[in-house]
């Protein structure tokens, strides 16, 4: 166990800076502005691409769970941001992307119920008609596959993504922001 976990470590310090279970990233990118979505929003609160959010969760994926991210996006030109608007950016969109989430839960949720519903229904009717056989069956069938959809989206997804969300969370310790790569 000790082999494997040396190697574990040693392949994370390739793309981390490791000091415990603190693992420090650093995300460069050349201008602020290849993060912004140009297409979304108004002037005063930009929004982000999906290029950052998909970088940290590429990163918190690889850390294995005991271990905590500091993560550090380094930008090199702020062009016409200064470092404070880029923090609030930043904020304001994390703030979006949980809005987003937790939206996309409920209706996931009101779907799934839905379905569950129909399949339900859907079953009763099958059951009135069972002295029909062959359109018993087709509807029994269809019924069934409603409830097991509804079941999958209501439940199974979305606690898939709920445990996703939740270790995204509790992974990321500090987020900042710098100005420029020291030493280049």
Not at 19 to 34: H, P, W
Not at 61 to 75: E, G, H, M, T, Y
Not at 122 to 141: K, P, T
Request: glycine letters at 6%.
């Amino acid at each position: 166990m000790g082999k494997r976990k040396d190697l574990k470590t040693a392949i994370l310090q390739n793309y981390f800076s490791i000091d415990g279970n603190i693992a420090t990233l650093k995300l460069v990118y050349d201008t602020f502005s290849e993060l912004i979505n140009p297409n979304f929003g108004d002037v005063q609160i930009e929004k982000l691409n999906d290029k950052l959010f998909s970088d940290i969760r590429e990163a918190v994926s690889l850390l294995p769970r005991k271990f905590k991210l500091d993560l550090c996006i380094v930008i090199k030109d702020f062009g016409d941001y200064t470092k404070e608007e880029c923090e609030k950016i930043i904020k304001q969109n994390v703030y979006l992307a949980v809005y987003r989430t937790i939206k996309e839960n409920r209706q996931k949720l009101i779907s799934g119920w839905s379905l569950i519903g129909a399949g339900a229904a859907i079953l009763v009717v099958s059951y009135l008609l069972h002295n029909f056989e062959l359109w018993f069956d087709l509807i029994n069938i269809s019924g069934t596959l409603f409830v097991w959809e509804g079941v999958n989206m209501a439940f199974l997804e979305r606690s898939l993504e709920n445990r996703a969300t939740r270790r995204l969370a509790k992974a990321i310790q500090n987020i900042s922001i710098e100005g420029d790569v020291p030493g280049k």
